[in-house]
């Protein structure tokens, strides 16, 4: 149904171009009685079954094109077929998205072949969850004697799928910056991004209703609660990055990176810190042709490498959006998390529409990593992604 009404411009005309005045129409009654009045001196010259023909075509055209954006998929991200059934919201799901300056972008990945590469991928990092040996937030729980590996900070102008990252490391006898935060102490969580995919379904009370509000940067909430609910419990910080926005966070409880607002300065606020910790040796492989680091919490960087392809020179990466719920779903601070305003349209912020995410990150992979996780690994990342 979503292509039909998309392209019923493209039917009219085509309707239209096959008809001329004075034909016979024995063959087309269904036509002469399904047409208006005005339409009732023109007889067409085509039979319908051509039409049905032609009007098979231009669907199929369009969804081999949607392939080539994602090739390999067995169904529509968004569709009914990648939720979990935690994840069951009939008036959530959604397949019907327009990309984005799609002619301009390249495929979300390389072949349907990198799929077997992304899904090794996935599985060594739920393997993280599973066993809890890893840190991203401070949880009181999450601290261990022992030893444990440190990711080492990458300069950025070195950053390459050549150059694995490195772990150090220590033997850790003592915890030291261990916030009161436990496991689940946030209850079910809403990740609030700013994509334009917001704006399709009003769920701001919806949003409100979770026991923690998390959004990725400082938004606009003012005249759009209805999509975006109106609560702030935790904020991740992206320095000064649409800081205009800052607003009156009378609920705000953490603040979790850099932020040059005076909101990270409020009274009870308490500041945290994205980290890599680990409590398992992360392990070099190579899939496929690419050179990767299984365990690594930062899986989304390997899953570009082994996934997509140069964008001219320059490597495609995650994006900061993507980066920090890894980190959230890692840090098992959720109990649940709804994910909303991410999704595969690679389109605007609600506020900003014209604005189209960078080709250099993949909303299309993005996406279907959020989507598998949602599909094979709910008991894991206990995460749904609202399209």
């Not at 964008?311 to 098992?332: D, M, N, Q």
């Not at 299309?364 to 094979?376: A, G, I, V």
Request: glycine fraction near 6%.
């Amino acid at each position: 149904m979503p292509y039909f009404k998309k392209h019923m411009a493209y039917l009219v005309g085509l309707f239209i171009s096959t008809c001329f005045c004075h034909t016979d129409t024995t063959h087309n009654v269904f036509l002469r009685r399904a047409i208006p009045n005005f339409f009732s001196d023109m007889k067409c010259r085509v039979p319908v079954a051509r039409f049905v023909w032609l009007f098979v075509l231009l669907v199929s055209a369009n969804l081999g094109r949607a392939d080539k954006r994602m090739p390999g998929l067995p169904y529509p991200l968004g569709h009914q077929f990648w939720f979990a059934e935690q994840c069951n919201n009939s008036a959530a799901l959604s397949t019907n998205y327009r990309v984005f300056n799609a002619k301009k972008r390249p495929p979300g990945w390389k072949s349907a072949d990198s799929i077997t590469s992304g899904k090794a991928l996935i599985k060594s990092w739920t393997e993280l969850l599973q066993r809890n040996r890893v840190c991203t937030l401070p949880r009181e729980d999450c601290c261990k004697t022992g030893v444990t590996y440190t990711k080492m900070p990458i300069p950025k102008s070195k950053r390459s799928c050549q150059n694995l990252p490195r772990f150090s490391e220590s033997s850790n006898s003592t915890c030291v910056g261990v916030s009161d935060l436990h496991k689940y102490s946030w209850g079910t969580c809403a990740y609030v991004a700013q994509g334009s995919n917001l704006l399709r379904r009003k769920q701001g009370n919806e949003i409100d209703r979770h026991s923690t509000v998390i959004r990725f940067g400082h938004m606009p909430l003012s005249g759009w609660e209805a999509f975006t609910g109106k609560r702030t419990d935790v904020l991740i910080g992206r320095g000064g990055i649409q800081a205009k926005h800052a607003g009156d966070y009378h609920a705000l409880k953490h603040v979790i990176g850099r932020d040059v607002t005076v909101i990270s300065k409020q009274a009870g606020v308490q500041m945290l810190q994205f980290s890599n910790i680990l409590y398992v040796r992360p392990q070099p492989r190579v899939l496929g042709d690419t050179k990767v680091l299984l365990r690594d919490p930062d899986v989304m960087n390997h899953l570009y490498c082994a996934m997509s392809s140069k964008v001219g020179k320059k490597a495609r990466g995650r994006s900061s959006g993507i980066a920090a719920l890894l980190y959230i779903i890692s840090s098992k601070l959720c109990e649940h998390i709804d994910v909303y305003g991410m999704s595969a349209d690679c389109g605007g912020y609600y506020h900003l529409r014209k604005y189209a995410m960078k080709l250099h990150h993949s909303c299309e992979l993005e996406s279907w990593f959020l989507h598998e996780l949602m599909k094979s690994y709910y008991s894991l990342a206990r995460t749904c992604v609202w399209n």
